[in-house]
Nanobody, 122 residues
Framework: QVQLVQSGGGLVQAGGSLRLSCAAS????????MGWFRQAPGTEREFVAA????????IYADSVKGRFTISRDNAKNPVYLQINSLKPEDTAVYYC???????????????WGQGTQVTVSS
């Protein structure tokens, strides 16, 4: 079993920044990919970013490129999502997830964090 514990999030004004973190524990495989998704009310869960086990390979949704940065030092450390230049449309519950493949498809992610609310005021 794998547990993911998220922290960060909150209420921020447009143009501000936040950093989300996600710590994995349990029977985690060191080569697992870690990703971030978000879900706004009334919408489907949306891919945000993902990183391979070493942190060297990353992928991003087009909507967040240049503003969001995913990072991790190695497979044992937390994964972070730095969010800059926040926009009201970034308001959502953000989830971290773990899976075996670097992908934007949430079907590849088998374990999920509890979610954390990010609210951006205009």
């Amino acid at each position: 079993q794998v547990q993911l514990v998220q922290s960060g999030g909150g209420l921020v004004q447009a143009g501000g920044s936040l950093r989300l973190s996600c710590a994995a524990s349990g029977r985690i495989v060191s080569t697992y990919v870690m990703g971030w998704f978000r879900q706004a009310p009334g919408t489907e869960r949306e891919f945000v970013a993902a990183t391979g086990w070493s942190g060297e390979n990353t992928i991003y949704a087009d909507s967040v490129k240049g503003r969001f940065t995913i990072s991790r030092d190695n497979a044992k450390n937390p994964v972070y999502l730095q969010i800059n230049s926040l926009k009201p449309e970034d308001t959502a519950v953000y989830y971290c997830a773990v899976g075996p493949k670097l992908s934007s498809d949430y079907d590849w992610y088998h374990y999920w964090g509890q979610g954390t609310q990010v609210t951006v005021s205009s």
